[in-house]
């Protein structure tokens, strides 16, 4: 059962357009949500995180949107470059002080690819 | 600041061996965590420890083991290498408090082949 879903495997956006790429959860426990981008044979690296007292988080090009009832966040670029190009994951953990901090749980991850 | 650190970058073993990774987190972090990537299941979590002590456990079979030194630095162990452990193994560092929400900053991973 994949409680972090990334439903669409690629997106595809023109350089200097938004790029919005989406992810559902199903376990309503969890309590904060992030954003990883990620290179072939690479670490993921860090984008941006959002904990589910807050329904927006902004960091530069970067917006994180949270929606709980829907159990939905989406990550928004604006606007998109192609640095860009690579394949994101969200990922979920753990409510605060339940030691689940450490364990994030990720999506399939998505293909984006930012055309100049 | 360094990043994780993660050694030996790429492994090669054969089927019925065992291996040893490796992390350092980064400086001041004292939890760590491991991941396995697979083309067919993901981003797959193994476990979590948090100052030597296993806080997490993923749903991987008893073969796959780790541990935390007194100095945050940890090791995970693959005993009795199957095909299906060829994957790229990372490790994630975070967390200076036991429960506050924690960033997971991810090493470059090692590459294991077993042949």
Known sequence: DQQVKQNSPSLSVQEGRISILNCDYTN????????????????????ISISSIKDKNEDGRFTVFLNKSAKHLSLHIVPSQPG??????????????????GKLIFGQGTTLQVKP | KAGVTQTPRYL??????????????????????????TPGQGLQFLFEYFSETQRNKGNFPGRF???????????????????????????????????????????????????
Request: charged fraction near 15%.
């Open chain 1, 28 to 47: 309503s426990m969890f309590d904060y949500f992030l954003w990883y981008k990620k290179y072939p044979a690479e670490g993921p690296t860090f984008l």
């Open chain 1, 84 to 101: 860009d190009s690579a394949v994101y994951f969200c990922a979920a953990s753990g409510a605060h002080g339940s030691g689940n901090t």
């Open chain 2, 12 to 37: 090669i073993k054969t089927r019925g061996q065992q291996v040893t990774l490796s992390c350092s987190p980064i400086s001041g972090h004292r939890s760590v965590s491991w991941y396995q990537q």
């Open chain 2, 65 to 115: 083991s780790g541990r935390q030194f007194s100095n945050s630095r940890s090791e995970m162990n693959v005993s009795t290498l199957e095909l299906g452990d060829s994957a790229l193994y990372l490790c994630a560092s975070g967390g200076r408090a036991a429960s506050s929400y924690n960033e997971q900053f991810f090493g470059p991973g090692t590459r294991l082949t077993v042949l």
